[in-house]
């Protein structure tokens, strides 16, 4: 018996993986779940491309929300949601009458902030227990008012329950979580990714909006001033994945556009950070692992970490405290910051279904 957690097993569909895997001479073991007790199979190729990217196959690629649940909103706060919510004032319908779904809502930010500015109806959605408890807590009294539809588990790439319709659907963060073993960026092929866009889309009203925050790839080096102090930030980045998530504008716009989506735009945030500006502002934040919990390139960074056998969370406190000695932090920060309120840190894309 083997535990399915360890393995990427259940996006597959026995058929189509096994007909695919078996010519090129796979082979593929079936076996009991001893976690979950379902009936798995495991792909060698798969499971090995799932250990290089430090992808896990429940949920996220790659990290543990029921762990960054803990600390999330001590460090966070919705980015963009100004942005958005111009957007939902430009349906031309009363805000009152407008119906979003939040995709991957995570502790509810968003949901939340578009409750108080008038937005009449949310339905909240994430994979993790551990995100939705503290999203349900936050919104509970948006339900006790009838005002919050649905706020409960949902794996991505699983379509939307009802067959409901809505007028907006909005995926903060999220896209670069729905990674699978199966990518391949050379085809753009990103089998999970594009079956949640898909579903999105089935599930929008005609003429509703599709809202996707991302960072783009000149972002990601500049997002954060620390990330400065990364050796080779890129490679860290290197899951297939991240081409269509983290890639470029023109990519997603293909893929939106390849789906169905028309009358696309983008709107950068220049004067917002990811981080919440008390704590990303001071130095001495980046020394506190809760903190470092908060943003998920560390995870990516100590996946890059095991694979090398070295420590770059270490490395990277090491230089910061060098900085610090020499009194050139501050200076350090200002330089990083001038290129970040250049590119910004986030992208609010919207994509009108016809
Ligand atoms: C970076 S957080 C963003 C949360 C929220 N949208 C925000 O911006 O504050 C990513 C969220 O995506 C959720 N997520 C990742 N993979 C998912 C999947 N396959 N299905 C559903 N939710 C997923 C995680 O649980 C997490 O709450």
Not at 162 to 188: E, K
Request: proline share 4%; charged share 25%.
């Amino acid at each position: 018996m083997q535990d399915c957690t360890k393995l990427y097993v259940h996006d597959i569909t026995w058929q189509s993986r096994a007909a695919r895997l078996h010519p090129a001479g796979e082979r593929a073991t079936l076996y009991i779940c001893h976690a979950c007790s379902a009936l798995c199979l495991s792909i060698p190729k798969i499971v090995s491309n799932a250990k290089k990217y430090g992808q896990r196959i429940d949920m996220s690629a790659f990290e543990d929300y029921q762990k960054v649940c803990k600390y999330y909103d001590e460090f966070r706060y919705p980015i963009g949601a100004e942005t958005e919510l111009r957007e939902l004032c430009r349906l031309g319908k009363p805000l009152k009458d407008v119906h979003i779904a939040d995709i991957g809502c995570g502790t509810g930010n968003y949901s939340k902030y578009f409750l108080d500015n008038g937005v009449g109806k949310v339905s909240m959605f994430d994979g993790s227990e551990g995100m939705l408890s503290y999203a349900k807590t936050k919104v509970a009294d948006y339900v006790a008012e009838g005002r919050v539809s649905h706020c409960e588990t949902l794996q991505l790439p699983n379509p939307l329950p009802d067959g409901q319709q809505y007028d907006v659907i909005c995926m903060n963060f999220v896209l670069h979580h729905l990674g699978s073993p199966d990518d391949d960026a050379s085809t753009r092929t990103f089998p999970k990714a594009t079956a949640a866009l898909r579903n999105i889309y089935a599930s929008l009203k005609s003429g509703g909006h599709f809202i996707l925050l991302t960072c783009l790839k000149p972002q990601l080096k500049t997002s954060m001033w620390y990330h400065g102090l990364i050796d080779d930030l890129d490679s860290i980045f290197e899951a297939p994945i991240m081409d269509l998530a983290y890639g470029d504008y023109s990519t997603l716009e293909k893929t939106l556009k390849g789906i169905g989506f028309d009358k696309m735009e983008a709107t950068v945030p220049l004067h917002e950070t990811l981080m919440k500006p008390v704590h990303y502002y001071n130095i001495d934040a980046v020394f506190d692992p809760k903190f470092l919990q908060a943003d998920s390139t560390f995870t990516l960074l100590r996946n890059r970490s095991k694979n090398s056998g070295s420590n770059e969370t270490d490395a990277l406190h090491q230089r910061l405290r060098k900085l610090k000695e020499s009194n050139k932090a501050e200076a350090f920060m200002e330089r990083q910051e001038e290129l970040r309120r250049t590119y910004g840190c986030a992208t609010v894309i919207t994509a009108r279904k016809p």
